[in-house]
């Protein structure tokens, strides 16, 4: 038995339970500990963290505010919601299967490659040939993704092809594609967006098959083709190598049957697999408000079974299957894994590579709905920004990076190898520099999600950067470094790979001008009339002048104008006079990249 006064002296200072969700606001957690929400924000304070009463925090930080007000802190278990749990750090769904209910499912593809090289005509023809339904007549419609049957076995086409829909997936966190088929037109050759479509897939790790195209054509080449494409690091089966290569010709269908049979050999080695029997995880491929039905959405079943009448939640917003349909229109009932479908009573518009999740009912979908939107907010206050050269040593040391990816845009072609190889012999004992795509022009919006997809930073060498691939490189935060000399882009992937590298200052492009016309104002003097095509440019920004996609020229503003009129900035869609400093050659189409130097923080 204990007495009294032992009890007090073995008692810990008194620490209350509290259950604290995995996301809430300033004024909840105020809420939760009986405390005025200001007491909150001043401890929040106290740990560097400045946040309003309504600013959403994560359990980890409101643990730390709780501890430290007298409280032991407990993380809420959402029993109901936890038919999915998501990876706090990815946002992907975690999904753990029973090994034991495991069942072989149909691989999904995407067609990729140059524009023109037939991706439409050889989804077409494949369809025609040997859609699944089998109940041809029927009007088929684009809902995002269809199936075939090949010799019994299925075969799951996205619809929208592209390397471009596959890497905004996987910037997304949704990986659907497990094989890519990469069409070359074997009368032309290895093109600049094959060697994207290429390179996009290696980065996802995703096995290519080619398939030579239009094969029916006279001019058709197919060992120029093999090699061109042993020269981007492909190599074909006959030459060596483990990449199958198919001539087909989607104009006469030659060759079909041997790309469907190619693609399954591929995915067999693949062992694809997933649990019907479970309630279903799904990716959205395509999503859009139809006037007379509401919002539609085409989900692909990753694993589990999706049916009619399901509640479920897709992204952010939740509701009933109400209907769900194939690409024939042909109802479902249901539609197990890699099955599309096109399910119909959600209460808005999903986006392309969201994850929806089956729940038991209504009210689990609306939390779930809420728990959703409250973690983004959270991981959008945290926000990591993406790898960085300032960033990387810390990361490396962490042991969080194993290699640093890197896409290398050049003004020329006869850039990228000296600098690949050079940059390429930085690898170390800690961390493999790697260079998972290049090319020459500017950095493209492909090239950005190229980066956020796979955790890359983007180097640039004399060469300017297109205005939407600025504008969601700056909303995610990737690091796009513009240099004009080799030396200093070894030297500082070096020093940051050291841990050496200053933060230093960065670049922010603020806008692009397009020139229209050129003024002759002087012998050594003239003004571009340009249109604002992105941004707004201020007077005191520094200009680069791009021609043809290569930097030709920079300096500060001189002049500034519109309509004669000096002016301090001049936005989107207007049209103004710009004189550059020491430039005065300015010709018709030239681009003028604006930026400002800032302190990187
Ligand atoms: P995409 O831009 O890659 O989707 O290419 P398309 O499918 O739109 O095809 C581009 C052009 O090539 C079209 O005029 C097609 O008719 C043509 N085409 C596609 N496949 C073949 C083929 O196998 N043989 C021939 N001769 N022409 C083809």
Same mark, same amino acid.
């Given at each position: 038995?204990t007495?009294?006064?032992?009890?007090?002296?073995?008692?810990p200072?008194?620490?209350r339970?509290?259950?604290i969700?995995r996301?809430?606001s300033?004024?909840? +957690?105020?809420?939760?500990?009986?405390?005025?929400p200001?007491?909150?924000i001043?401890?929040?304070m106290?740990?560097?963290v400045m946040?309003?009463?309504?600013?959403?925090?994560d359990?980890?930080?409101a643990?730390?505010?709780?501890?430290?007000?007298g409280?032991?802190?407990?993380?809420?278990?959402l029993a109901?919601?936890?038919e999915?749990?998501?990876?706090?750090?990815?946002?992907?769904?975690?999904?753990?299967e029973d090994? /034991?209910?495991?069942v @072989?499912?149909?691989?999904?593809?995407?067609?990729?490659?140059?524009?023109?090289h037939?991706?439409?005509?050889l989804?077409?023809a494949?369809?025609?040939?040997?859609?699944?339904a089998?109940?041809?007549?029927?009007i /088929?419609?684009?809902?995002g993704?269809?199936q075939?049957?090949?010799?019994?076995? +299925?075969i799951t086409?996205l619809?929208?092809?592209?390397?471009?829909?596959?890497?905004?997936?996987?910037a997304?966190?949704?990986?659907?594609?497990d094989v890519?088929v990469?069409?070359?037109?074997?009368?032309?050759?290895?093109?600049?967006?094959?060697?994207?479509?290429?390179?996009h897939?290696?980065?996802?790790?995703v096995?290519i098959?080619i398939?030579l195209?239009k094969?029916?054509?006279?001019?058709?080449?197919?060992d120029?083709?093999k090699?061109?494409?042993?020269?981007?690091?492909?190599?074909?089966?006959?030459?060596?190598?483990?990449t199958?290569?198919?001539p087909?010709?989607a104009?006469?269908k030659?060759?079909?049957d041997?790309l +469907?049979?190619?693609?399954?050999?591929?995915?067999?080695?693949l062992d694809?697999k997933?649990n019907p029997?479970?309630p279903?995880?799904?990716?959205?491929?395509e999503?859009?408000?139809?006037?007379?039905k509401?919002?539609l959405a085409?989900?692909?079943?990753k694993?589990g079974?999706l049916?009619?009448?399901?509640?479920?939640?897709?992204?952010?917003t939740?509701?009933?299957?109400?209907a769900?349909?194939?690409?024939?229109?042909k109802?479902?009932?249901?539609?197990g894994?890699?099955e599309p479908?096109e399910?119909?009573?959600?209460a @808005?518009?999903?986006?392309?590579?969201? /994850?929806?999740?089956?729940?038991?009912?209504?009210?689990?979908?609306?939390?779930?709905?809420?728990?959703?939107?409250?973690?983004?907010e959270?991981?959008?206050l945290n926000?990591?920004?993406?790898?960085? +050269?300032?960033t990387l040593?810390?990361?490396?040391?962490?042991?969080?990076?194993k290699?640093l990816?890197?896409i290398l845009k050049?003004?020329?072609q006869?850039?990228?190898?000296?600098?690949?190889q050079s940059?390429e012999?930085l690898?170390n004992?800690?961390?493999?520099v790697?260079?998972i795509?290049t090319?020459?022009?500017?950095?493209?919006?492909?090239?950005?999600?190229?980066?956020?997809?796979?955790?890359g930073?983007?180097?640039?060498?004399?060469?300017?950067?297109?205005?939407?691939?600025?504008?969601?490189?700056?909303?995610?935060q990737v690091?796009?470094?513009?240099y @004009?000399?080799?030396?200093n882009?070894?030297?500082?992937?070096?020093k940051?790979?050291k841990?050496?590298?200053?933060?230093?200052?960065k670049e922010v492009?603020t806008?692009?001008?397009?020139?229209?016309?050129v003024?002759r104002?002087?012998?050594k003097n003239?003004?571009?009339g340009?249109f604002?095509?992105?941004g707004?440019? /201020?007077?005191?920004?520094s200009?680069?002048?791009?021609?043809?996609g290569?930097?030709?020229?920079?300096?500060?503003?001189?002049?500034?104008?519109?309509f004669q009129e000096?002016?301090?900035?001049?936005?989107?869609n207007?049209?103004?006079?710009?004189?550059?400093?020491?430039?005065?050659?300015?010709e018709?189409n030239d681009?003028i990249e604006?930026?400002?130097?800032?302190?990187?923080?």
């Amino acid at each position: 038995m204990t007495t009294d006064t032992e009890a007090l002296q073995e008692a810990p200072p008194e620490a209350r339970p509290i259950e604290i969700p995995r996301v809430l606001s300033v004024k909840e +957690l105020g809420d939760l500990m009986s405390v005025s929400p200001v007491e909150v924000i001043k401890e929040l304070m106290k740990n560097g963290v400045m946040a309003s009463i309504n600013q959403v925090i994560d359990f980890d930080t409101a643990a730390i505010v709780a501890h430290d007000m007298g409280f032991e802190p407990l993380e809420q278990q959402l029993a109901e919601t936890a038919e999915v749990s998501v990876d706090r750090e990815t946002g992907k769904p975690q999904i753990e299967e029973d090994p /034991t209910k495991l069942v @072989s499912r149909p691989p999904v593809v995407t067609i990729m490659g140059h524009v023109d090289h037939g991706k439409t005509s050889l989804l077409d023809a494949i369809r025609e040939a040997k859609v699944a339904a089998g109940e041809s007549g029927g009007i /088929t419609q684009h809902i995002g993704a269809y199936q075939v049957d090949y010799n019994g076995q +299925l075969i799951t086409f996205l619809d929208t092809p592209g390397h471009e829909a596959f890497t905004q997936m996987r910037a997304r966190g949704a990986q659907v594609t497990d094989v890519a088929v990469v069409v070359v037109a074997a009368n032309d050759g290895v093109m600049p967006q094959t060697k994207e479509a290429i390179d996009h897939a290696k980065a996802a790790g995703v096995p290519i098959v080619i398939a030579l195209n239009k094969i029916d054509l006279d001019d058709a080449n197919i060992d120029k083709i093999k090699s061109e494409l042993s020269e981007n690091g492909v190599v074909v089966e006959d030459y060596g190598g483990e990449t199958p290569c198919v001539p087909v010709s989607a104009r006469t269908k030659v060759g079909l049957d041997d790309l +469907l049979a190619n693609i399954l050999v591929v995915s067999e080695v693949l062992d694809l697999k997933a649990n019907p029997d479970r309630p279903a995880i799904a990716i959205v491929v395509e999503a859009e408000l139809s006037k007379t039905k509401g919002p539609l959405a085409t989900l692909l079943v990753k694993t589990g079974t999706l049916r009619a009448g399901d509640y479920i939640v897709v992204g952010e917003t939740s509701g009933r299957v109400k209907a769900m349909h194939d690409e024939a229109g042909k109802k479902l009932k249901q539609a197990g894994p890699s099955e599309p479908a096109e399910i119909l009573g959600l209460a @808005s518009v999903p986006k392309a590579g969201e /994850t929806a999740v089956v729940v038991a009912d209504d009210k689990i979908a609306k939390q779930t709905v809420i728990d959703r939107i409250r973690q983004r907010e959270a991981a959008d206050l945290n926000a990591q920004p993406h790898v960085t +050269l300032d960033t990387l040593f810390g990361e490396i040391s962490a042991g969080k990076l194993k290699e640093l990816n890197i896409i290398l845009k050049t003004d020329v072609q006869g850039s990228i190898e000296p600098i690949r190889q050079s940059l390429e012999k930085l690898t170390n004992e800690q961390v493999k520099v790697k260079i998972i795509h290049t090319g020459s022009g500017s950095v493209t919006e492909s090239d950005v999600m190229l980066a956020i997809a796979s955790k890359g930073i983007i180097i640039a060498f004399n060469t300017g950067t297109e205005g939407g691939a600025e504008r969601i490189g700056q909303q995610e935060q990737v690091d796009i470094r513009r240099y @004009s000399v080799i030396y200093n882009i070894i030297e500082d992937v070096d020093k940051a790979l050291k841990g050496m590298l200053e933060p230093t200052f960065k670049e922010v492009v603020t806008a692009h001008a397009e020139v229209r016309q050129v003024f002759r104002v002087a012998r050594k003097n003239s003004i571009a009339g340009a249109f604002v095509r992105d941004g707004t440019i /201020t007077r005191t920004d520094s200009a680069r002048i791009l021609r043809n996609g290569a930097v030709i020229a920079d300096g500060k503003i001189g002049t500034l104008k519109r309509f004669q009129e000096d002016v301090r900035d001049v936005a989107t869609n207007f049209e103004c006079g710009i004189q550059i400093d020491g430039f005065d050659s300015f010709e018709e189409n030239d681009v003028i990249e604006f930026f400002r130097i800032e302190r990187d923080t």
